[in-house]
């Protein structure tokens, strides 16, 4: 089969031809039919995540059930099944206090898909079962891709924080995370505001649901937030860690900042504007392949997608090389 593959540390992807992998116990065989790319594929780049090489990365990976490895229930897993694997590589242990509190993501024995073992840039990868979302019929392959990982990190991370629906909350970033954001917290009964740097992507903001656009590029910005309302939930999804203290102003009484992007360095946050205000910072790590399910269900049900453009794989270097420059997702097309 073809693959791209990362033979060293820092090298660039090679496409080289491989042995079509077989699925071990508990294990199954995907065809691949597109695979999402994502800032954190440069992890598997440079071993940020312990990785050996060669590896094949990817963990976006929307594809189909193929073959099924020992001791697979073939009355759950159907061949020919839509599947998606996303960050959540599977393998968790199902007996340890995380999984017991229903975290399998911290499963000491959960994996990365793309990293601990090859993910989706190659026309087939083998995967835990645990692993694996279904994929509700009819959805695109290439659209669905990314809702694998940009999509329920905003997706799960928002649903959690128990923000009473119609309230107004802020999305912080128009990028792969943003502009899905604007959609799922639109589509879930709440009232948004796009926060981003310049006026050019206000019209954009308002098309995916936004109700207000705030320039955080101009002075008085934050006063232009308290004006329309109490924010209740902020989610920072461009790293920037500069705006953290000025997000906490912003927000009203027991808003919640939520941090879902890297950010480059440590931020400042006086205490006494979280105490004062009963305000908190929450960081939020994606979620599982149950939750990845329930993101999907809810983004065709309510017609949330993702802004893509498709590459072949043997472009893919050019995916990842200019990543920075995606509006929004970039994809690679395997089928």
Same mark, same amino acid.
């Given at each position: 089969?073809?693959?791209?593959?990362?033979?060293?540390?820092?090298?660039?992807?090679?496409?080289?031809?491989?042995?079509?992998? @077989?699925?071990?116990?508990?294990? !199954?065989?995907?065809?691949?039919?597109?695979?999402?790319?994502?800032?954190?594929?440069?992890?598997?780049?440079?071993?940020?995540?312990?990785?050996?090489?060669?590896?094949?990365?990817?963990?976006?990976?929307?594809?189909?059930?193929?073959?099924?490895?020992?001791?697979?229930?073939?009355?759950?897993?159907?061949?020919?099944?839509?599947?998606?694997?996303?960050?959540?590589?599977?393998?968790?242990?199902?007996?340890?206090? @995380?999984?017991?509190?229903?975290?399998?993501?911290?499963?000491?024995?959960?994996?990365?898909?793309?990293?601990?073992?090859?993910?989706?840039?190659?026309?087939?990868?083998?995967?835990?079962?645990?692993?694996?979302?279904?994929?509700?019929?009819?959805?695109?392959? @290439?659209?669905?891709?990314?809702?694998?990982?940009?999509?329920?990190?905003?997706?799960?991370?928002?649903?959690?924080?128990?923000?009473?629906?119609?309230?107004?909350?802020? !999305?912080?970033?128009?990028?792969?995370?943003?502009?899905?954001?604007?959609?799922?917290?639109?589509?879930?009964?709440?009232?948004?505001?796009?926060?981003?740097?310049?006026?050019?992507?206000?019209?954009?903001?308002?098309?995916?649901?936004?109700?207000?656009?705030?320039?955080?590029?101009?002075?008085?910005?934050?006063?232009?937030?308290?004006?329309?309302?109490?924010?209740?939930?902020?989610?920072?999804?461009?790293?920037?860690?500069?705006?953290?203290?000025?997000?906490?102003?912003?927000?009203?009484?027991?808003?919640?900042?939520?941090?879902?992007?890297?950010?480059? @360095?440590?931020?400042?946050?006086?205490?006494?504007?979280?105490?004062?205000?009963?305000?908190?910072?929450?960081?939020?790590?994606?979620?599982?392949?149950?939750?990845?399910?329930?993101?999907?269900?809810?983004?065709?049900?309510?017609?949330?997608?993702?802004?893509?453009?498709?590459?072949?794989?043997?472009?893919?270097?050019?995916?990842?090389?200019?990543?920075?420059?995606?509006?929004?997702?970039? !994809?690679?097309?395997?089928?």
């Amino acid at each position: 089969m073809k693959a791209a593959v990362f033979k060293e540390k820092g090298g660039d992807l090679e496409i080289v031809e491989v042995p079509v992998p @077989e699925p071990k116990q508990g294990w !199954v065989r995907i065809k691949v039919h597109s695979c999402g790319v994502c800032h954190s594929d440069n992890a598997c780049k440079y071993g940020n995540f312990g990785n050996s090489y060669p590896r094949i990365p990817g963990h976006e990976v929307f594809g189909e059930i193929e073959k099924l490895g020992e001791g697979v229930d073939p009355n759950y897993f159907k061949i020919g099944q839509l599947v998606g694997v996303g960050w959540f590589g599977g393998n968790h242990c199902g007996k340890c206090r @995380e999984c017991l509190n229903d975290q399998w993501i911290f499963c000491k024995e959960s994996l990365i898909c793309g990293i601990h073992y090859d993910g989706g840039y190659a026309e087939y990868m083998v995967a835990p079962s645990d692993s694996l979302a279904f994929v509700p019929e009819g959805m695109n392959a @290439e659209e669905t891709a990314p809702l694998l990982c940009a999509g329920i990190t905003v997706f799960n991370s928002f649903r959690n924080q128990n923000i009473k629906v119609g309230s107004l909350v802020g !999305v912080q970033g128009l990028g792969g995370l943003g502009h899905l954001a604007i959609q799922f917290c639109k589509k879930m009964g709440y009232e948004v505001i796009a926060m981003s740097s310049g006026d050019q992507k206000e019209k954009l903001a308002k098309e995916l649901g936004a109700a207000h656009y705030v320039n955080i590029s101009k002075d008085g910005w934050i006063d232009q937030m308290k004006a329309i309302g109490s924010v209740q939930c902020i989610l920072l999804t461009a790293p920037s860690s500069s705006i953290v203290q000025s997000s906490l102003d912003a927000l009203g009484v027991n808003g919640k900042l939520v941090l879902l992007a890297l950010l480059p @360095e440590p931020f400042n946050a006086n205490s006494l504007t979280l105490i004062g205000g009963n305000k908190s910072i929450i960081g939020w790590s994606s979620g599982d392949s149950r939750d990845t399910e329930q993101t999907l269900n809810f983004a065709n049900k309510n017609q949330v997608k993702a802004i893509i453009k498709t590459f072949s794989l043997e472009n893919v270097n050019e995916a990842l090389l200019k990543i920075a420059d995606a509006r929004f997702r970039h !994809v690679v097309k395997i089928l």
